[in-house]
């Protein structure tokens, strides 16, 4: 077993370009979880924030929140992060590490890393964040099928070890029949650290009552997260459920985002759906200790963050059978159903007409969070991976 495994983390994006949705959020976790367990971390990333970049002092940092970062500026095509500085940077440093960590697919960083790193005969590990799952491999089919064959299937082939962080993303990953070990450890959370300080100011802020029910959404206003069910299911919950209100937490396309709101118009000037916009922080925070409940009817999750995040804070959950988590029927946590507003609306119902059950669902998801996935136990499992590959 190596002391202090040296690591290069590379993403084409990370903390704090939240705009992506999960994945810098644990893909920041798992690296200060790794330093904080004694290991040498640095991320190399872009410095993209969706269609513009993030602030200069953020870059000038070199660091977020605890973790070394170097963000390269991007050129054009910015859609694939091609940097251009990256790969001359790279190959200055990389015999300074042990390993290399590629987060994601289809981008220029990645490909170059995997590259600069078979040239050196440095092993590496990838963590495909979702992206070769079948709903994911959809989009831009044709692009993706040609760079395939020409560059990520040789990726994938190079690496030591791929990471998946659910069953359902190792099923993917193995359907398509590459040499390397696949297994699973799924994202940590940030466990909330008490309620002390939490004045439920979103119920406040939309003029939520004490009774008033809040069913919470959180994540990026997208068609592939079933939003449109959602709504759906709660215009029919609202018929037995007067005071139901759902939350979405989030931003996305302003078209799609106005298409929802025209689409649900009834629900939003009755009150009972809230656009609350985009959330981070305490904001965040208190959002999830004002809910009673979340949901997701996602088409497919790779893991869902958001979703282990509510169950943190006590929250029992509603969720497609896109979200790859049928374990909490297995712990009495929530609802893993169908995506049908029906079905939807039984559950909403089921819990908001029922204060006690939603209570013990809720106290049984924070146990089971709080045990399953811990910051702490992640990076042992994923430094345990690393030594292994070390040890070949």
């Given at each position: ?245 759902l939350v979405l ?18 629900l939003v000037s ?29 088409q497919s999750e ?91």
């Open positions: 077993m190596q002391d202090c495994i040296r690591v290069l983390h590379v993403s084409a994006y990370f903390a704090p370009a939240y705009c992506y949705g999960g994945p810098p959020r644990s893909i920041h976790g798992l690296c200060l979880a790794l330093a904080n367990s004694g290991m040498i971390v640095c991320a190399l990333t872009s410095a993209a924030n969706g269609n513009i970049e993030l602030p200069d002092q953020i870059v000038a940092a070199n660091a977020f929140n605890g973790v070394k970062v170097i963000y390269l500026p991007r050129a054009y095509p910015k859609g694939y992060f091609y940097c251009p500085d990256m790969k001359v940077y790279l190959e200055s440093i990389i015999n300074n590490f042990d390993l290399v960590h590629i987060h994601g697919c289809w981008n220029y960083m990645s490909w170059m890393a995997g590259h600069i790193c078979r040239k050196n005969n440095v092993p590496y590990i990838v963590s495909p964040r979702g992206m070769l799952e079948s709903e994911a491999m959809k989009v831009s089919a044709f692009k993706k099928k040609i760079a395939y064959a020409i560059l990520e299937k040789r990726q994938l082939n190079g690496a030591a070890w791929i990471h998946a962080t659910s069953l359902k993303e190792e099923s993917s990953v193995k359907a398509l029949n590459i040499t390397p070990p696949v297994s699973v450890i799924p994202n940590g959370v940030d466990l909330p650290k008490g309620e002390s300080g939490c004045d439920k100011q979103l119920r406040a802020r939309f003029n939520i009552s004490d009774r008033g029910f809040v069913l919470l959404f959180v994540g990026r206003l997208h068609p592939i997260k079933g939003l449109n069910v959602l709504c759906g299911g709660l215009r029919l919950a609202k018929k037995s459920m007067s005071h139901i209100r937490v989030g931003d996305g396309d302003e078209e799609y985002v106005n298409q929802l709101k025209s689409q649900f118009s009834d009755s009150g009972h759906l809230i656009f609350a916009g985009h959330l981070d922080g305490e904001e965040k925070a208190d959002a999830f200790m004002s809910a009673n409940a979340f949901s997701l009817m996602s790779n893991f869902g963050l958001a979703i282990a995040e509510a169950m943190s804070y006590g929250l029992p959950v509603i969720l497609s059978k896109g979200c790859p988590w049928p374990q909490v029927e297995d712990w009495n946590a929530g609802y893993w159903i169908e995506p049908d507003e029906r079905v939807v609306a039984e559950s909403i119902c089921r819990l908001g007409q029922d204060m006690e059950l939603s209570k013990t669902m809720g106290l049984n998801a924070k146990n089971h969070i709080s045990e399953y996935l811990d910051w702490g136990s992640v990076a042992n499992d994923v430094k345990a991976v690393y030594n292994k590959v070390l040890s070949k």
